[in-house]
């Protein structure tokens, strides 16, 4: 079989899939020519997940949380976070610093009975790495996220004045309601299929290859520096011998 041709059925039955699906933020092809890599994160990432947040200006943890969330207040919501039932996707830069973070809850198992099965939303993307798209990425990668796990509904309960948040939300299809400062969002995903199983597992394993590959950068320039710095000191240490 030519490996082209496959390559080429797959883009074109993912289309048609979202197509009779009937949501489609984006076409496939404008969606990975945008793709940036978001990674899974665990409790071994709890201590970067509160940096980011405590990183926040004043006013983003007034929009994230809908309250002015103190250094206190945010520690505790990082270690409360439960990473066996919810999920946590983060972006890291070039350095490793986890520049945009999305929370997706799930409701407590059992769900409401006769409700469909929600996940709630909530995102923060810190101000050096706004302007990208990130907060869109993010949502977009919960959705698929959610969809693959039987989640019927993609839920954001933010402030009114939170028009980033809300603008993502829109732009996906999802219905928002606005009640005094405060707004509620409902996307209804469509049900997994073949290709959006495909399409996670190959973001989930481009962005882990793509998290190595930052690492071992950042290892080797490390170790140059370390390099440079001793033949510095060494240099400085010849010439005092000299003089």
Do not use: C
């Not at 809300?166 to 732009?171: K, M, V």
């Amino acid at each position: 079989m030519n490996p082209p041709e496959r390559s080429s059925s797959l883009v074109d039955a993912a289309e048609q899939d979202s197509r009779r699906s009937g949501w489609l933020p984006r076409g496939a092809l404008q969606r990975w020519a945008s793709w940036v890599p978001i990674r899974s994160l665990s409790r071994r990432h709890r201590h970067r997940i509160t940096e980011h947040l405590l990183a926040l200006t004043d006013a983003d943890r007034y929009l994230r949380f809908g309250y002015p969330a103190s250094d206190e207040q945010i520690k505790r919501y990082a270690m409360s976070l439960d990473f066996a039932r919810d999920e946590v996707f983060g972006i890291f830069n070039r350095r490793l610093k986890l520049v945009a973070m999305a929370h997706l809850a799930y409701e407590p198992a059992p769900q409401r009975q006769g409700k469909p099965a929600m996940a709630e939303f909530g995102v923060s993307v810190l101000a050096a790495a706004r302007g990208r798209g990130y907060g869109a990425r993010m949502f977009e990668h919960a959705a698929l996220h959610a969809r693959n796990r039987g989640i019927e509904t993609m839920f954001i309960h933010a402030l009114s004045e939170n028009a980033p948040m809300l603008r993502i939300a829109r732009n996906a299809g999802a219905t928002v309601e606005r009640d005094g400062s405060e707004s509620e969002a409902w996307l209804r995903l469509p049900p997994d299929s073949v290709s959006s199983h495909v399409g996670e597992a190959l973001e989930r394993h481009l962005a882990e290859l793509d998290f190595q590959f930052k690492r071992h950068v950042r290892v080797l320039g490390d170790f140059i520096d370390g390099v440079a710095e001793v033949k510095a000191q060494y240099q400085d240490a010849g010439k005092a011998a000299k003089q």
